[in-house]
Nanobody, 124 residues
């Protein structure tokens, strides 16, 4: 139906930058909202940034002005440019998408899909 694969995590010093990417594959008809969540140890998963097909974006207050989300609707990809990283940005980052896809009998199936997660570690 639809699978999300992330790339781009890693270790960086405070003040550095990283770029995360996520690609959706499968029998996708349309992706509505697509974006990123993160979860730090002991914390709940939280929204980082989200982008609709029409281009409306939502950012967590903690990342506004530092992170930029972008997507390529034709390629079903979403990216997150993270600048001026802080130690508190350390977390596992998950790609998320609301997907409309074709099932085994070509029926429409709507579902929420998550990537496997990519670790971002920011050292002080």
């Amino acid at each position: 139906q639809g699978q999300l694969v992330e790339s781009g995590g890693g270790l960086v010093h405070a003040g550095g930058s990283l770029r995360l990417s996520c690609a959706a594959s499968g029998r996708i008809v349309r992706i509505d909202e697509m974006g990123w969540y993160r979860q730090a140890p002991g914390n709940e998963r939280e929204l980082v940034a989200m982008l609709t097909t029409g281009g409306s974006s939502t950012y967590a207050d903690s990342v506004k002005g530092r992170f930029t989300i972008s997507r390529d609707n034709a390629k079903n990809t979403v990216s997150l440019q993270m600048n001026s990283l802080k130690p508190e940005d350390t977390a596992v980052y998950y790609c998320h998408a609301n997907i409309l896809a074709l099932g085994p009998s070509d029926e429409y199936i709507a579902f929420k899909s998550w990537g496997q997660g990519t670790q971002v570690t920011v050292s002080s």
